[in-house]
């Protein structure tokens, strides 16, 4: 059974930061496309930052030069450091993966991110 488990999620200050960790189970890791996505209330979800099986990373324009995504295969896990939090950070952020195949899909349960003074 596959499983993605976002933590590190909480209610931070503007300026502030916060690290979010996704544990993964049930994959093959290292073969995967790792991504965090977030939706704010009334939006669609958005991109946020990916990092290839190979190290290759993207970033939502939005969040360039104070997010920085990172994996560790070993662990199994990615992570999203954020820093200089803003108020229009606010959202539900969710893990990613994405497989060899487009039955290789999975999403975890989200974690709330909330900036506000």
């Known amino acids: 059974q596959v499983q993605l488990v976002e933590s590190g999620g909480g209610l931070v200050q503007p300026g502030g930061s916060l690290r979010l960790s996704c544990v993964a189970s049930?994959?093959?890791?290292?073969?995967?496309?790792m991504g965090w996505y977030r939706q704010a209330p009334g939006k669609q979800r958005e991109l946020v930052a990916t990092m290839t099986s190979g190290g290759t990373t993207n970033y939502a324009d939005s969040v360039k030069g104070r997010f920085t995504i990172s994996r560790d295969n070993a662990k199994k896990n990615v992570n999203l450091q954020m820093n200089s939090l803003k108020p229009e950070d606010t959202a539900v952020y969710y893990c990613k993966a994405e497989g060899p195949t487009r039955w290789n899909l999975y999403w975890g349960q989200g974690t709330q991110v909330t900036v506000s003074p």
């Open positions: 049930g994959i093959s890791f290292g073969v995967y496309d």
